[in-house]
């Protein structure tokens, strides 16, 4: 018999003292849940919007229960670009992805080497998951590559679909991950489940109609369109229940594919909202995906300790038929200009609403924020650094939280558009280095409309929310300043205090052509 030495005792008990200390702390850190709506607008939620004709209950008592962000903003006017800002804590466009979206095929836009949001979280102690619409690329195992490197939106590789997808959601953080590749009305339609197709696609479907199309495509028994968001909800709170007494915090990534195209509301919310418009029915469909959550949320017992954010990937979309819902009394931009794919407000100013019972008080805020920003405030609510070339361009926005804070607001920021078009935004003035929209919007990119209109365009945000007068003329010096911040933020790599960082690709800005005269720049 060995008898055990008082020091090597007390040892002991230090260790599991030290071991249950640590299991109680990690228990602490909140568990994370992020749900980014597809293509919907500002004035669709109707916390955010008093004349909404769509009624949103579930958002609208996230927002009673939490604090709804009237200046949040997406990095970009369009889905696949916000993504990777999401993901990422940079502005998309430092990506190699200086204009548009990717297709279904495209190859994996997030750099391997790349610290993301889900893998900094998965390194301190989350659980990380992924369920809905990925749209940041993959790579596909491509039998014939004749049209993969044109990334057409309408082109069909001929794909080994038995074999798993290389550089998806599992590399770059995500123990586990149910998405499909694009928007849900790009081909291929594939389940991908943890990087591997769950089925062979059997058959080519495609769909016409004015809101309820979707592009010609392989497409597998077990993708029903219709089934996407429900199926994207099911999958969430299943997970929500098999986590929620884990030890370790989870982190749900959740991009729905609604209500972007195809306009798909099922039975139970057909004619709900009353607008004889299939997309206020959809807006309705997806206020119910977010109050399933809630509620998995409540009955795990886990809703107090969990930071529940919801927002938009970017403005809604003209495929709602605008004019239609006006017919209504219903304006899905608000007070706003423009709507997806625009530089204007309509664009990118997004519904945001955050919740977190346990330490955050409801409320409003006037903050100015972007989806860049969840990287840093997450790093700062588990109190952990992260390197100097991730997120750089992310700010904290614990602060407006009520949380305590030692990190810098945001004070500005930069906006860009679907064909590449940037403004730069500080304080209440907005300068757009583009003569229209920017994006579908008129007066369109290359329109005779847009010929005889000045370079540059300023607005007064305080006095002139709609961005109706262009006060380019009357404040050169605003404009002449935010180009040059503007120039340094691309220049530099970053936009927040650091080590100056490299863009991704070549240092091409075609709607920023005044660029190509700064010397600095070229150094």
Known sequence: MYLIKPIYLFAGLLLLMSCSTSKKQEKKNPNIIFILAD???????????????????????????????????????????????VLTGRYNWRSTLKSGVLSGYSKALIDRERLTLPAFLKENGYHTACFGKWHLGWDWKIIENDSLSKDDLNALPNVDYASPVENGPKTRGFDESYVFCGSLDMAP?????????????????????????????????????????????????????????????????????????????????????????????????????????????????????????????????PQADFEQLATKGHHPSYVFRGAKADIYEGGHRVPFVVRWPANVASG???????????????????????????????????????????????????????????????????????????GWSTPRPGSQEVKNLPPVQLYDLETDISEQKNLESEFPEIIEEYRSELTAIVKNGRSTVGVLQKNDGPETWPQLKWMKESAELTE
């Open 189 to 317: 339609y594939v389940w991908v489940e943890n990087d591997v197709p769950t089925m062979v696609p059997t058959k080519y479907t495609v769909n016409t109609g004015k809101q309820t199309w979707w592009r010609n495509g392989p497409t597998s028994d077990d993708f029903q369109h219709e089934n996407v968001l429900p199926k994207v909800a099911e999958k969430t709170v299943e997970y929500i229940r098999k986590h929620a007494k884990d030890q370790h915090p989870f982190f749900v990534y959740m991009p729905l594919p609604a209500p972007h195209t195809p306009i798909l509301p099922t039975e139970k919310f057909k004619g709900k909202s009353g607008l004889d418009n299939a997309y206020g029915d959809f807006v309705m469909m997806v206020d119910d995906v977010v109050g399933q959550v809630m509620k998995a949320l409540d009955k795990a017992g886990v809703a107090e300790n969990t930071l529940l954010i919801f927002t938009s990937d970017n403005g809604c979309s």
């Open 364 to 438: 409003v805020s006037k903050q100015l924020v972007c989806t860049t920003d969840l990287f840093a405030t997450f790093a700062e609510v588990i109190g952990v650094a992260y390197p100097d070339n991730a997120a750089e361009d992310s700010y904290s926005f614990s602060a407006a939280l009520g949380l305590e804070s030692q990190a810098p607001e945001r004070t500005s920021m930069v906006h860009h558009s679907i064909n590449g078009s940037f403004a730069f935004r500080k304080g209440k003035y907005k300068a757009i280095f583009c003569p229209g929209s920017g």
């Open 39 to 85: 293509d919907l607008g500002y004035g669709d939620v109707s916390c955010f919007n008093p004349n909404s004709k769509i009624h949103t209950p579930n958002i609208d008592d996230l927002a009673t229960d939490g604090v709804m962000f009237t200046d949040a903003h997406t990095s970009s006017a369009v889905c696949t670009p916000t993504r990777y800002s």
